[in-house]
């Protein structure tokens, strides 16, 4: 079954240090990858996606994520965090081949930044 | 929260009775969805619409009624066989642009409770 897996329920780091929040992905092809963000009581923000080439993606408010496919992951980063971005993280995956357009969405991580 | 407006922000459904939630986009998107947020559970997919006048079931659309009349809306009717309605209801659309596509645009969501 395709599926996407955050394993971290929540990821806690100190304000200026690196922020990672882990995505690891079961799907057959090349699939296209999204990290989106969702503040509390809000709607979901597109941050970034891979679709192809570069495998190091830069997104919205500093954020960035790489692509390994050996490892079939889609990490997403950020160089040294900020309080507000303390929020829900989540991964999603589609394939391209299908055009139902339809994401597989992971449960989503937790990031608490620290002061 | 971008061109999608959700209304209304919270609801409250009396036991036995159909509610329905009004989702409006004016992003010009052929493509728009349904989602039910729960705690720890993620996005789940309700109903899907990749046209007007053509919709398809989710992954939990068994007590859940949609329509597509026109491109801008797609309204979903939370009947009163949905024995667990209460949750956290986001629409979403997306285009068709080969950039674009699979990238979807979330309303704010619509909190819906049980009396």
């Known amino acids: 079954a395709q599926s996407v897996a955050q394993p971290e329920d929540q990821v806690n780091v100190a304000e200026g240090n690196p922020l990672t929040v882990k995505c690891t992905y079961s799907?057959?092809?090349?699939?296209?990858l999204f990290w989106y963000v969702q503040y509390p009581n809000r709607g979901l923000q597109f941050l970034l996606k891979?679709?192809?080439?570069d495998n190091l993606v830069k997104g919205s408010y500093g954020f960035e994520a790489e692509f390994n496919k050996s490892q079939t992951s889609f990490h997403l980063k950020k160089p040294s965090a900020l309080v507000s971005d303390s929020a829900l993280y989540f991964c999603?995956?589609?394939?391209?081949?299908?055009?139902?357009?339809?994401?597989?969405w992971g449960l989503g991580t937790s990031l608490a930044v620290n002061p | 929260d971008g061109g999608i407006t959700q209304s209304p922000k919270y609801l409250f459904r009396k036991e036995g009775q159909n509610v329905t939630l009004s989702c409006e986009q004016n992003?010009?998107?052929?493509?728009m969805y349904w989602y039910r947020q729960d705690p720890g559970q993620g996005l789940r997919l309700i109903y899907y619409?990749?046209?007007?006048?053509?919709?398809q079931k989710g992954d939990i659309a068994e007590g859940y009624s949609v329509s597509r009349e026109k491109k801008e809306s797609f309204p979903l009717t939370v009947t009163s066989a949905q024995k667990n309605p209460t949750a956290f209801y986001l629409c979403a659309s997306s285009d068709t642009g080969y950039w674009t596509k699979n990238i979807q645009y979330f309303g704010a969501g619509t909190r819906l409770s049980v009396l």
């Open positions: 891979y679709i192809t080439g």
């Open positions: 619409s990749q046209i007007v006048n053509d919709f």
């Open positions: 992003l010009n998107h052929d493509a």
């Open positions: 999603a995956v589609t394939l391209p081949a299908g055009n139902n357009r339809k994401l597989i």
């Open positions: 799907v057959s092809g090349n699939p296209y």
